[in-house]
Structures are given as C-alpha cells and as structure tokens.
C-alpha cells in the first residue's frame, strides 16, 4: 500500500491508493487515449487542412484581383495623353474607380472565405451551428437596424462606383450640392463648389445626379433686338461672328459642331428675341456663351444694330422748347364767375338799423 502524501496538522489524511488502482487507471488512460487519438488527428488534420485551403485561395483570389486592377491602371496611362484618350475619363479617375472596386472585392473575398472556413473548424469539433446561425442573425437584424444609413450609404457608394456615375474631376449636380468632384468613396463623395468650398455628401443623401461633364454639353446665348430690325441681316451678322469664332483657338477645340441659328424664341411689342445655339466640349458650355455674347454684341454694334436695353436716342439741341412747361394749371378760382368763385366769396353783413 502506497500513501500519497503525509497528514499534516492543518489537513486531513488523503486516501491511500493502492498499485492495482494506480495500474487500473493507466490502463483506462492508455485506452481512452488509443480509441480517440484517430479521431484527434483525424479533426486536427481536416481542420489543418481547410485553413490552408481557405488561407491559399484567398490569397489566389487576392493577387489575381490586383493583377486585374494593376492592368486596368496600365491601359488607362497607355491611352492618356492621345487622342482617344481626350475622350475617355482621366487616369486619377480610372485610378481611384479600379482602386474603390479592387478594395471591395477584396473584402468580399476574404469575409467568404474566411467565414466559410470559420464555420467548417466549428463543423470539425462536431458543435451545432444552428444556435450560432441564428443568434447571428438576430446579431445581425440589430446591427443593420441601428447602422441602416451607413449600410445604405455603402452600397450606393459601390453601385455608383461600378456604374461609374461620375468620378473625380466631374462637375456634377447632386441636389444638396453641386459643384467638381475632388474624391468619390464608398460612404462620402467630396465636391468642391463654385465659391472654392467643400461639400461632404453622403452617397445615401443622393437621389439624382446630373453629370454635366460626359459626352457633351450644349451652350445657349439669346439675342435680344428690336421688332423693326431686319430678320435676315440680323441672322447674317450672328452667322459671321459665329463662323470667326468657330476658326479660332482654342474656340475650334470647344465647338463641336457649328454654332446654329434656331430662329426666333419669343416675339413682343417692343422686342424680339433670336436663340442660338451650339454643342460644346463637356464642362466649357459656360465660357463658350461668353465668347459668343462678346462676339455676337461686337457684331451687331458694328453693323449698326441695337439690342434692346441699349442707350437711348440723343435729343437733337435745336428742337424748340415747350414755352408751358414752366406754367402751372389755370385755377377754378381765377374766374369771379366759376361756381368755385362764388362758393368762396364771404356773405354780405345784414343791416340791423332797419
């Protein structure tokens, strides 16, 4: 018989353990651990194995899509500087699109992935995932409940990213803001205003957005003249001016189709109103209308037509002067025989000595 340990005053006697139990336990021990160890290293193998496979196709996944946005950002310098370059968006656009789609797809990759091999490791050591599931869930209703706007202004964020709505360098009209796109990202776009300030919008705040700087846009100038003036001269002289303009740098550049005469928009008593119009470069409608006014207006002062709101014709100095401007209006009064007269002449004194 075999004790052990001694008794002590503070503590009370252990129980003494013989060699045929000590042995009993070993063998039960030993056998415990030859019936699982196959199942032990059969889980820690599969759970071995589905991190390497999650670890490498993630990384596979994530190297081929920066390969992809690497080559996108190569073809976009390839064609910056030429001709059809001038017509595709620029290189920092490009870049910042590929870069906000490349960093999405990453993610999205990398929380399948993961989450699929996080809930195969639970499968290996044999625990239920349908509690886990559905506390998840419920985790998950409560999470996107309380952040609904950041969740919403995150997709719109990815959807006006993938369909490339606008990008940077744009000017656009987003309703509670306007003004040139200095960043687009997945929760924020920044706009910079006409006033040179910076405008934060939330992608979930924008309903509609006018892009005023793809494809093309159109300038619109209207000339104002007299109802007497000649239609035809009037025409002929705007044509002139357009035509010049048209010839010239950088107006040959902006113009990208010939300034057109549409006719007459509006016709009054004292004016009436010719519109013209021309297709322009996206983002120079603006300066194009001034150089059109500035060229229109020139013209017709050189030809001796007047717009309407023009200065008014000199009096000629020898014209007689009215003699009864000075002269103020006859009184009723003036006459001793107007009803007013007579009204106004005090009664005569009555004589009381009769």
Request: aromatic residues 4%.
């Amino acid at each position: 018989m075999l004790w052990s340990a001694l008794p002590t005053a503070d503590a009370p006697p252990t129980v003494p353990v013989t060699l045929d139990e000590a042995a009993e336990t070993a063998t039960n021990a030993a056998g415990w651990v030859e019936q699982n160890w196959s199942t032990w290293l059969n889980t820690g193998l599969r759970i071995v194995l589905i991190l390497v496979v999650a670890l490498t196709l993630r990384m596979l996944i994530r190297r081929a899509l920066t390969r992809l946005i690497e080559r996108m950002n190569r073809s976009a310098q390839a064609v910056e500087g030429t001709a059809l370059g001038g017509l595709l968006v620029n290189a920092e656009r490009r870049r910042q699109r590929s870069e906000a789609i490349g960093s999405v797809l990453r993610s999205v990759a990398s929380f399948l992935i993961l989450g699929t091999a996080g809930l195969m490791v639970l499968g290996a050591f044999k625990i239920d995932l349908a509690p886990l599931l559905a506390s998840a869930g419920v985790a998950g209703v409560a999470i996107g409940f309380g952040a609904r706007n950041l969740v919403t202004d995150f997709l719109s964020g990815v959807f006006m990213i993938m369909e490339d709505q606008y990008g940077v360098g744009d000017s656009i009209d987003a309703g509670v803001a306007s003004g040139e796109v200095v960043e687009v990202g997945l929760r924020v776009t920044k706009l910079r205003g006409v006033d040179g300030e910076i405008w934060y919008v939330r992608n979930g705040e924008i309903k509609r957005i006018g892009n005023l700087s793809q494809g093309w846009a159109t300038a619109g100038v209207d000339v104002t003249v007299r109802p007497t003036e000649d239609l035809d001269r009037v025409s002929a002289v705007i044509g002139e001016a357009a035509e010049a303009m048209s010839k010239e740098e950088p107006w040959n550049e902006r113009l990208w189709g010939p300034v057109e005469i549409l006719g007459l928009s509006e016709v009054l008593l004292d004016s009436m109103t010719i519109r013209v119009s021309a297709k322009t470069m996206p983002g120079k409608k603006l300066g194009v209308e001034r150089e059109l006014r500035w060229r229109i207006k020139r013209a017709l002062d050189a030809a001796g037509i007047r717009i309407v709101g023009g200065a008014l014709p000199a009096q000629a100095e020898d014209s007689p002067a009215d003699p009864s401007a000075g002269m103020a209006a006859p009184s009723a009064f003036a006459s001793p025989t107007s009803p007013q007269s007579a009204a106004a002449t005090p009664l005569p004194k009555p004589d009381l000595t009769k």
